[in-house]
């Protein structure tokens, strides 16, 4: 089993920062890709940022320029850098990763963090 643990979400004003941080553990051989996703209320949930395995990042359209997704291979954690928040960045975010356990691949999804942003 892999367990994905997020923390680092909160309160902020407009204009603020965050980092979010979501570690990996368990029966793990190799992971493949890392994102954040978030979900506003009453919307689906969509893609932030996702990163290979390799560093190489990709970003939706109303992260880029703000927001800065990384990883650290050596402690399966994945991080989200967020500047300049607005009030449309409130969301809870998920930490999802591609994850070779032995038997294959599977996607694995955090709990969630709140993120809220007042203006």
């Known amino acids: 089993q892999v367990q994905l643990v997020e923390s680092g979400g909160g309160s902020v004003q407009a204009g603020g920062s965050l980092t979010l941080s979501c570690a990996a553990s368990g029966s793990i051989v190799i992971i493949d890709n890392m994102a954040w996703y978030r979900q506003a209320p009453g919307k689906q949930r969509e893609l932030v940022a996702v990163i290979s395995s390799g560093g190489s990042p990709s970003y939706a359209d109303s992260a880029k320029d703000r927001f800065t997704i990384s990883r650290d291979n050596a402690k399966n954690t994945v991080y989200l850098h967020m500047n300049s928040l607005n009030p449309e960045d409130t969301a809870v975010y998920y930490c999802?990763?591609?994850?070779?356990?032995?038997?294959?691949?599977?996607?694995?999804w955090g709990q969630g963090t709140q993120v809220t942003v007042s203006s």
């Open positions: 999802n990763a591609n994850v070779h356990t032995g038997w294959g691949f599977d996607a694995y």
